[in-house]
């Protein structure tokens, strides 16, 4: 490719964003009954949930599509798509019934006078059943709809939802409000006392919460609707240290387990922060006695109960140390009480792979751990011995089927194109996955999972296709730390990268270049689709994800060689493997820019004050530039003193030798050297690496001269994921890397 082949007109630009963005995302799925045609034929029908930017309303549309699939229970006989699609609008949350008959959903509705009220309906077959609204109860505040807390759970006998809301608030006055007239009424006086006396001096009242993207989540609390009767209760029996949440009947529906967080003595940011202390609980609906089911000195989350209602698998860590690890699986047997490893934390992967081109699979056996968020909803096979997940694998995300009796692991990806895998449901066997590479937008997938000993013979069938993105082509590259930058305690570790690049590049051009490294910085790049890399490698740019010794998926040696060495091991990471790729790839020495966002962006800004010759610019969305500033105002405080190599302790401040220690690893020590023109971007909302971080560096490099620029995106926070914030930002860096690597 020319260097003046590179697509530099906004309206081009914009429209290339705008064709690209137009690719949905697949979000759920779940798995209708199973039919049987009077000629012995079995079938199904699948609903998807898809969400796409709308770019004219600014907004993220969800819509549903249904599709049929016809099996014999062990293969996909005919599969199609069961009409068009259909925008899905205010649903929060929605389950079908155990047995498929009826439909929960959390709605939530916008009244003429602009009030938002929450609706818990019912549906069955082809109309409406019922419809309460939540809001008016006042029995609680808003329904929990997250992923972290959230749930709505059908009871075994279909006469009951279990879910998670805001403990209801005492009302509150003004000391100096006029008091109302004395009511002479007998029966006017019997209602007033009935409604909720208002408490005086309790109007700011200050309320912890549970952090970005949490911020209206504050006090949970378990909460049931009786289906028959719309009466709603709230669960007593919760500890009053403990915040519920991912709650589920128990067999014979005699009571609720849950997750239980502790949030003494104060409440620190949860999402994306697996290592928070937490434990499995019991409550008895009749009695309203409260059970540990687990030990209750780790970080436990995603229970699941399997089909035959005996044992509950969940993800398990140390409750302390990096916010994103090597997890185990573990599993609750009901009756027996008795808890287990299945799957315990691996160190790290062997060194032999097999090696397909440039493309690194791990072998059989090489298995590098569990590294979830979240399980599925519907985990467990049918035989209520077999759990399906999915995980990094290196660069890669695969579906993986664990024997909850042998602790055995085995690949249900193996053998397929490269790229990642996420599973959706599991039902009855029936897999549903979402397949997608860098170059190509999600697919959807379905198989039966065969039995036990044979899962290598799956067979994944697509009902969504997607078609690969023309004019990018992308290869996984490994690399081995050199010898002066091996880390003593944890030999022997390599990383990885993701190349994307143009696919016509004639002899006498080459190709700008921006290095992309992860946040986290205990996260990872997948072989996935991505927006962003995506139009940049179609615009001309070649791409660099870099995954630095740190990231998910090489083993938790690889985790824990991190800490402490941040702004060091990481920076160097990254220049190594920009250096080799200049020297291996027809790639510009003279155009290399940085594009990185939260500890992404804390090595962009180390990167161009530490080799200030090798990049040209750089974009960097709310980075961490000094971690001893953000220790007092983060949500995750505890993060600043443990990747500087402390101990965290939230009962104790950090002494001056700690202040310094968080300030020489931060990239601000460095801002003196920098020449680059750095572009930022801020969350106004953000929680987690707040927005005076980004205004610190600013001021920093307008104060010694450095072309700087920063965009402000009220209503968003730490992803800056808001349509209209996610556009304009693409634009802006797409014209700022053209304005400065010409």
Known sequence: MEEAALLIDPEEIAALYRELCQFPSLSSACIGPEVTTQYGGKYCNIYTEWSQRDLERAENVKFCRQYLIFHDSQSIVFSSPSGNCTEIKGELLSRDSPSGAQKAVLRKITNSKGEEKQFLEVWEKSRKVKSIELTALEKHGQVYEDDQFGCLAWSHSETHLLYVAEKKRPKAESFFKPKAPELSNEEELTKAERRDKAVKGEQFVFYEDWGETLVSKSV??????????????????????????????????????????????????????????????????????????????????????????????????????????????????????????????????????????????????????????????????????????????????????????????????????????????????????????????????????????????????????????????????????????????????????????????????????????????????????????????????????????????FGQDCVDCLPGNVGSQDVKDVQFCVQKVLEEDPLNPQRVALLGGSHGGFLSCHLIGQYPETYKACVVRNPVVNIASMVGSTDIPDWCLTEAGLEYDQAALPDPAQWTKMLLHSPMQYVDKVQAPVLLMIGEDDRRVPPKQGLEYYHALKARGVPARMLWYPGNNHALSGVEAESDGFMNIALWLIKHLK
């Not at 999402?271 to 009749?286: G, K």
């Not at 050199?482 to 944890?490: A, D, G, L, R, S």
């Open 220 to 553: 949970p609390v378990l909460c049931v609707l009786d289906i028959e009767s719309n009466n709603v209760s709230v669960l007593e029996g919760v500890p009053d240290h403990i915040s519920p949440g991912q709650a589920f009947w128990t067999p014979g529906d005699t009571g609720v387990v849950f997750t239980g967080w502790w949030h003494e003595p104060f409440r620190l940011g949860l999402r994306h922060c697996t290592q928070r202390r937490s434990a499995l609980f019991y409550v008895d609906l009749t009695g309203g006695r409260c059970e540990l089911l687990t030990g209750d000195t780790k970080a436990i989350w995603s229970p699941r109960l399997s089909p035959d209602q005996c044992r509950i698998v969940y993800l398990e860590n140390q409750a302390s140390g990096p916010h994103q690890q090597c997890s185990r699986l573990c599993m609750y047997d009901w009756y027996t009480k008795l808890t287990s490893v299945i799957v315990d934390v691996v160190p790290r992967q062997s060194q032999d792979g097999l090696c397909l081109g440039e493309h690194v699979v791990p072998l059989a056996g090489e298995f590098t751990g569990i590294y979830s968020t979240t399980l599925p909803e519907r985990c467990w096979a049918a035989d209520s011995q077999r759990v399906v997940l999915d995980t990094a694998q290196r660069s890669r995300q695969e579906l993986i089927v664990i024997d909850t009796l042998s602790g055995s692991v085995c690949s249900l990806t193996k053998g397929c194109p490269l790229g990642s895998w996420a599973i959706l449901t599991v039902d009855r066997d029936l897999l549903v996955a979402r397949f997608s590479t860098p170059n190509c937008p999600p697919k959807l997938m379905v198989a039966f999972l065969p039995p036990a000993g044979k899962e290598a013979e799956i067979n994944w069938v697509c009902l969504e296709e997607a078609s690969p993105i023309q004019g990018i082509t992308w290869d996984v590259r490994t690399f081995q730390p050199p010898p002066e930058q091996i880390n003593p305690q944890y030999e022997g570790l390599d990383f990885e990268a993701i190349l994307l690049r143009p696919t016509q590049i004639p002899q006498t051009g080459k190709i700008p270049l921006v290095v992309t490294p992860h946040g986290g910085p205990h996260s990872v790049f997948t072989t996935s689709w991505t927006l962003y890399p995506a139009v940049l490698c179609r615009m001309g740019f070649a791409v660099l994800l870099v995954n630095y010794r740190g990231s998910l998926g």
